[in-house]
């Protein structure tokens, strides 16, 4: 995610409109005509709509509670996500136009913070996310299981998971991870754009080589849990290290194709080959700079540029600043819904159909490829990717069916490796030294 800041939204009325999303399974598509509401076009809903009624999105990384809590005002939860927020890429609206029937909700912190104070500002955009779910009943439950997001998609509303990115949440304590696993926590991402002392980052320079031996430990940690390991954010050193220790599926929950976009938050070819024996699934992300050539080559000559003027590129707030004004001299490149479905297209053929997913990184980016402005395109996507020949099977297991079997499959690892062992009194300093 980058930063923005934003004024707040307006007050609005309750949510009114009721979701229209069906049950979704994990096996092959039904053949039921669709019960949905009208959409608010008027028109009649396309193709992708209507599928999305049967297997909804479930997105693998939104920013909503960073952008709320950004938004200057006191309480971020006394935003009223039920009308429409004019300073977000999400509401509650715009979810159920875009069928999306689970959210990955980052609980993203900068990874500037260090120690108590990522875990204290980590436990606040938890209880933020949670008071979201708590107001809003009739649209949101908070989902703890692959059943849980199963019913609570099959009764129209969307099932709100809970993401950590970045290893600097848990402050190099398994007993913090245990415990962000007991308030909802149900993945992890090893780092954010800066090293720890035990993973190497895709965005910072190489220091552990991977994952030292205590990053192994939080893997197998996490995965005794029953908490997904999010491989997005962190080097490809990190990744095979991560998968070579994997006893349970991993996940991508914001990450492209390398081979399509040479940006380093994306995905080796040889990684994607390596998600169909590990039942892993690449959720594909739609940041312009990790999709676009052109935006990436508009990026990294900003980057460089800071550099030359002694600044830090991968201070995000500052990169924003900088962004502001070099952006009137350097026209800003934009990239395109057929960008991410090359993305998509790639990411099936490497990893396999059973290893893709999606995850917008709404609210966590300042721009998005045309068409898929907010959290109401994902219909768009579906389209572009039925026009392109994609099976009715095929973009369910993109929607849906990939990421709720890897969570299943997550959960019967995690009962087989508590049966084996207890919880992991690990420390850094003993491991790392
Ligand atoms: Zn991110």
Redesign the pocket.
């Known amino acids: ?1 980058t930063t923005e800041t934003h004024a707040a939204g307006p007050p609005a009325a309750d949510i009114t409109a009721p979701p229209t999303t069906g049950a979704p399974t994990t096996g092959a598509p039904t053949t039921g005509a669709s019960t949905t509401a009208a959409p608010t076009t008027g028109a009649r809903p396309s193709a992708g709509r209507e599928l999305l009624e049967r297997f909804p999105v479930i997105d693998g ?1 939104n ?1 909503l509670a960073w952008a709320l809590r950004e938004a200057g005002v006191a309480d971020p939860a006394s935003i009223d996500i039920a009308a429409p927020v004019d300073f977000t890429h999400t509401d509650l609206p715009r979810l159920l136009r875009g069928g999306v029937g689970a959210q990955f909700w ?1 609980v ?1 912190v900068p990874a500037q913070l260090q120690g108590e104070s990522a875990v204290v500002t980590t436990l606040e955009q938890i209880d933020l996310v949670r008071q979201l779910a708590a107001r809003y009943p009739g649209a949101l439950e908070l989902a703890l299981t692959a059943a849980d997001v199963k019913r609570i998609m099959a009764d129209g509303r969307i099932a709100s998971l809970l993401g950590a ?1 970045g290893g600097h949440s848990i402050a190099n304590s398994l007993g913090a991870l245990r415990a962000l696993y007991l308030l909802g926590v149900r993945y992890m ?1 090893l780092t ?1 754009n800066l090293n720890l002392p035990w993973a190497d980052s895709a965005t910072d320079e190489p220091a552990a080589g991977g994952l030292t031996a205590f990053g192994r430990e939080v893997v197998r940690e996490m995965q005794r849990l029953g908490m997904l390991v999010d491989l ?2 962190v080097a490809p050193t990190t990744m095979s290290d991560a998968l070579d220790t994997a006893e349970a599926p991993v996940i991508f929950s ?1 990450s492209s194709a390398l081979a399509i976009c040479d940006h380093p ?1 994306n995905v080796p070819d040889a990684i994607l080959a390596r998600l169909a024996a590990n039942g892993g699934v690449c959720m594909i992300t739609f940041v312009p700079t990790f999709v676009s050539q052109r935006c990436r080559d508009w990026d990294l000559s900003l980057a460089a540029e800071m550099e030359r003027q002694g600044l830090d590129h991968r201070d995000l707030s500052s990169r924003q600043k900088f962004k502001g004004e070099w952006v009137a001299t350097h026209p800003r490149p934009g990239a395109t819904l057929a960008d991410v479905v090359a993305h998509a297209e790639h990411v099936r053929e490497v990893a396999g159909i059973d290893h893709i997913g999606v995850g917008g ?1 709404y609210d ?1 980016v300042d721009a998005l490829p045309a068409g898929l402005e907010d959290v109401s395109t994902y219909p768009a996507l579906i389209d572009a990717l039925l026009d392109r020949g994609w099976s009715e099977a095929d973009c369910s297991k993109l929607t849906c069916g990939n990421l709720l079997r890897a969570l299943h499959d997550a959960e019967s690892a995690a009962a087989t490796l508590q049966a084996a062992r207890p919880p992991s009194a690990a420390r850094l300093a003993d491991l790392d030294s």
């Open positions: 995610m990384h920013d980052s993203y990115e991402t954010h997005s954010h914001h938050r990184d966590g």
